[in-house]
């Protein structure tokens, strides 16, 4: 979220605000805990964007989160909680998700401890779980990304999937 919130992460005021590198981005994990980035760009700034995606994780892995961030993550969060109680689609979602992923629901003081803790524990996640190198993969016009990309990207696997005539999955 610190990352990727659509309006509030790192990625959206950094990458699309500040620098107009995208037209959208934002981050989310996976059913199976990978962090993803998507986003969509003009294929002449991916090289730029893939450049400033990375860095951004490499800030979080090098640098303390600030104090200010962590604070207004939990307080989104803590919002977020009360505004699903007043909504039952909503209140709904968090459950199945609950159940899909730990096999029973939380607590309210359980989701409100495991915010407290995450917003205090974040320095160490994101060495845990950014210190590596990202998997890319891009989807779009597959000649121009392959030649592109392995001239600023000489060493990296990349994997690319043409766009054009693919369906709408």
Do not use: K
Request: hydrophobic share 40%.
């Amino acid at each position: 979220s610190l990352l990727g919130d659509p309006v509030g992460g790192r990625l959206f005021h950094d990458l699309r605000e500040r620098q107009g590198l995208a037209y959208i981005i934002g981050a989310r994990v996976s059913p199976e805990g990978r962090l993803v980035v998507s986003t969509q760009a003009r294929h002449e700034r991916v090289v730029a964007l893939l450049r400033g995606i990375e860095a951004h994780f490499g800030a979080l892995v090098n640098q303390p989160v600030l104090g200010c961030e962590s604070d207004r993550l939990a307080e989104r969060f803590f919002g977020a909680m009360d505004l699903e109680s007043s909504r039952p689609d909503e209140r709904a979602a968090r459950l199945r998700f609950d159940w899909a992923l730990r096999g029973v629901p939380l607590s309210e003081a359980e989701r409100r401890r495991g915010i407290e803790e995450a917003a205090d524990d974040l320095d160490r996640v994101a060495q845990q779980y950014l210190s590596g190198p990202p998997r890319i993969v891009l989807v779009g016009d597959a000649e121009w990304l392959e030649r592109d990309l392995s001239r600023a990207f000489p060493t990296r696997s990349i994997e690319v999937y043409e766009s054009a005539g693919a369906e709408e999955p």
